[in-house]
C-alpha cells in the first residue's frame, strides 16, 4: 500500500465495519497486542479500540503509542477505551465511553471535535436519550450473546433486542458479545453496521489464523450489511427509510461535510407521513 506523508498523520475516518477489541492482556503481552493488531488489519478489520481493565495508564500510553504507526499507516482509527486522557496523551483517533464512565458531552469536550466518540448502549431504554445526544458518532450495543470476556456484561439483549434498537436508534451500530464466525451473518441481519470482536480475534494465537478469522469475518460483515438508509417512493412522493421504517422525505441534495458526503433527509413527523398517504 502506498501512503501520502500527509495521510499519515491525518486522523483516518469512521469505518464501523469489523472493530476489533485489543485486550493486551488476552492478547499475551505489549508486543503480542502489536502482532495481533498487525494480523488483524492485514485480514480486514477496519478499527481498533485498545481496551485493558487491568493494566496501568502508563503501559497503556505506550501501547498505543506503538500501535499508531501501524494503525494510521493501514488508515484504520484507533480509539482509547475509557479513558479520554490516554486518547489525548496518545494522539489516539477517539473514544469509546461506556454508560458508567464520563458523560459524552463531557468526552466530546476533551477529545475535541475531530476526535471519534463512541457510546455503549445495553437496552432499548437507553436508545431514547441517546437519539437526543449530539455528540457522538456510532454506539455499540450489546451484549448480543453471552461472553466470558466482560465479567461485569449486562444481560444479553439476545437478536430480537438488538434488532429493535437498531430500527429505532439514530447513529451507526456496531454489535458487541459473544460474536463469531459462526452468529456474524444473524447478527449483520438484524441491521447494524458492523461487529466488535474481542476474544474471537484476540484469543487466537498465530498470525495466519488471526488473518484469516479477520478476513472471514469481514466477508460476513461486508456480505449481509443492509442498506441503512433506503428511498421508496409512494403515490409520487419519495420517503426515507431507516432500517425499513419510513422515518421522513427523501431529498437528493448532496451534502459535503468534513466527515463525508451525504444525501439531506428531512425529518418529519410520523402523523404527517400517515395522513400524506391517505391524500390529506
Ligand atoms: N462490551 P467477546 S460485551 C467489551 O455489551 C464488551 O458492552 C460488551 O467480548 C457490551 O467478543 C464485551 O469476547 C465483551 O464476547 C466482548
Redo the contacts with the bound molecule.
Keep these: 500500500m502506498t501512503i501520502i506523508a500527509s495521510d499519515f498523520w491525518m486522523r483516518p475516518p469512521l469505518n464501523p465495519a469489523l472493530c476489533q477489541?485489543l485486550d493486551p492482556l488476552i492478547c499475551g503481552g505489549h508486543k503480542e497486542a502489536l502482532k495481533v493488531a498487525q494480523a488483524a488489519i492485514n485480514g480486514g478489520v477496519s478499527m481498533l479500540q485498545l481496551?485493558s481493565k487491568q493494566m496501568n495508564k502508563g503501559p497503556l500510553l505506550r501501547l498505543a503509542q506503538d500501535l499508531l504507526p501501524i494503525t494510521r499507516r493501514h488508515r484504520v482509527p484507533l480509539l482509547m477505551?475509557d479513558h479520554c486522557d490516554l486518547a489525548i496523551a496518545s494522539d489516539a483517533d477517539g473514544v469509546h465511553v461506556?454508560q458508567t464512565d464520563l458523560p459524552p458531552t463531557v468526552a466530546r469536550q476533551l477529545v475535541g471535535d475531530g476526535a471519534i466518540l463512541g457510546l455503549?448502549i445495553?437496552s432499548i431504554e437507553q436508545v431514547s436519550q441517546t437519539n437526543e445526544l449530539g455528540c457522538i458518532d456510532y454506539v455499540?450495543?450489546?451484549?448480543?450473546?453471552p461472553?466470558?470476556?466482560?465479567r461485569d456484561?449486562?444481560p444479553t439483549i439476545g437478536l430480537d433486542g438488538l434488532n429493535e434498537i437498531c430500527r429505532r436508534i439514530k447513529y451507526p451500530t456496531i454489535a458487541?458479545?459473544?460474536?463469531?464466525i459462526d452468529n456474524a451473518a444473524d447478527v449483520m441481519a438484524q441491521g447494524v453496521d458492523g461487529i466488535?470482536?474481542?476474544?474471537?480475534i484476540?484469543?487466537l494465537n498465530n498470525a495466519e489464523q488471526i488473518e484469516l478469522t479477520a478476513s472471514r469475518l469481514r466477508s460476513a460483515v461486508d456480505s449481509n450489511i443492509k442498506p441503512r438508509y433506503e428511498k421508496e417512493t409512494i403515490g409520487g412522493r419519495t420517503y426515507c427509510k431507516l432500517r425499513g421504517e419510513r422515518i421522513s422525505y427523501w431529498r437528493d441534495v448532496p451534502l459535503r461535510t468534513d466527515r463525508g458526503n451525504y444525501n439531506m433527509v428531512v425529518e418529519i413527523p410520523k402523523d404527517t407521513i400517515a395522513r400524506n398517504e391517505v391524500g390529506l
Design positions: 477489541i481496551r477505551n461506556g455503549s445495553t455499540g450495543v450489546g451484549p448480543v450473546f461472553t466470558q470476556t466482560k456484561a449486562d458487541i458479545g459473544g460474536i463469531s466488535a470482536v474481542i476474544s474471537a484476540c484469543s
